[in-house]
């Protein structure tokens, strides 16, 4: 619950500051950078988010249903935070913020990480594990995330997720999960 919290209050903080630039843009324009607190707190819901799936994989194992998408999406999804977690280190440590090969992990990563969730999102609406209205709710979100960017106000465009991922942490903390039975499972 607390990722998604603090995914919102990212995207929504992130939003107050000045536009940035996109593409060709950035030769005439800065691009949006945060400082503070929006960093803190998009690394702190990136990480507990991860957390989240990890607990959604964990109720895949319980319910003894749709074990390998849930293994998938998990491991996609840390394979794309490890990947843009590796860029901004080396952007950080070597660069002083302006690593020209940012693209190379920053694409790779965030398409690692939507295909992941879309994964768990699957899951969530195949194992009946939590209700099918947050596996509906968590894949639009999921496929919203497409259109973000943290250089205009389509960073908004988090928020939906962040929300989508405090519904599930609910659930998942109130003891909520397992309230449907699964769809039958397909033969293969």
């Not at 803190?40 to 319980?62: D, E, K, Q, Y």
């Not at 998990?74 to 280190?89: H, K, M, Q, R, S």
């Amino acid at each position: 619950m607390l990722g998604g919290v603090l995914c919102v209050l990212a995207a929504f903080l992130h939003n107050l500051e000045p536009i940035g630039c996109i593409g060709l843009e950035c030769e005439t324009r800065a691009m949006r950078t945060s400082t503070g607190f929006v960093p803190l707190a998009a690394s702190a819901a990136s990480l507990l988010i991860l957390v989240g799936v990890a607990g959604m994989t964990l109720l895949a194992r319980r319910s003894g249903q749709y074990l390998k998408l849930a293994n998938a999406g998990l491991i996609t999804a840390a394979v794309g935070f490890i990947l843009l977690f590796t860029g901004a280190l080396i952007q950080t440590a070597f660069f002083a913020g302006d690593f020209p090969g940012m693209p190379y992990f920053v694409i790779p990563g965030l398409l690692a990480i939507i295909a992941g969730l879309l994964m768990i999102g699957v899951f969530i609406l195949l194992s009946g594990v939590l209700p099918r209205w947050l596996g509906i709710f968590f894949v639009v979100s999921t496929v919203a995330l497409l259109a973000a960017n943290e250089q205009t106000p389509a960073v908004l465009l988090a928020i939906p997720f962040g929300l989508a991922m405090v519904a599930a942490g609910y659930y998942m903390w109130a003891g909520a999960a397992a309230v449907q039975p699964p769809l039958p499972e397909a033969a293969g």
